[in-house]
């Protein structure tokens, strides 16, 4: 029901910058928050960003000032803005509603070289 594709990944130099997206459908996304995460390789998942309905933003500590979460209810779509990424930031990135949804995505790969 809940479909998630996450997709903008790729690897990139420390420093550089990344935009990810996450397209939804089976929702009515405008009622929706949304949130990212990512998983380490030998780590488990973890939030890192989330948006609200409203627009409202909350970060984890570990990507405040570098990340930014952003949404366009036009196209169903939510982003994740990277900036100086750093080796520390190589995960695979997923997107979801909040509350969860069980259908999690595939995520997209995020790799940092240093």
């Known amino acids: 029901q809940v479909h998630l594709v996450e997709s903008g990944g790729g690897l990139v130099q420390a420093g550089g910058s990344l935009r990810l997206s996450c397209a939804a459908s089976?929702?009515?996304?405008?009622?929706?928050?949304m949130a990212w995460y990512r998983q380490a390789p030998g780590k488990q998942r973890t939030f890192i960003t989330r948006?609200?309905?409203?627009?409202?933003?909350l970060y984890d500590a570990s990507v405040k000032g570098r990340f930014t979460i952003s949404r366009d209810n036009a196209k169903n779509t939510v982003y994740l803005q990277m900036n100086s990424l750093k080796p520390e930031d190589t995960a695979v990135y997923y997107c979801?509603?909040?509350?969860?949804?069980?259908?999690w995505g595939q995520g997209t790969q995020v790799t940092v070289s240093s």
């Open positions: 948006i609200s309905s409203s627009g409202f933003t």
């Open positions: 089976g929702i009515i996304f405008s009622r929706n928050d």
């Open positions: 979801n509603t909040l509350p969860n949804s069980r259908e």
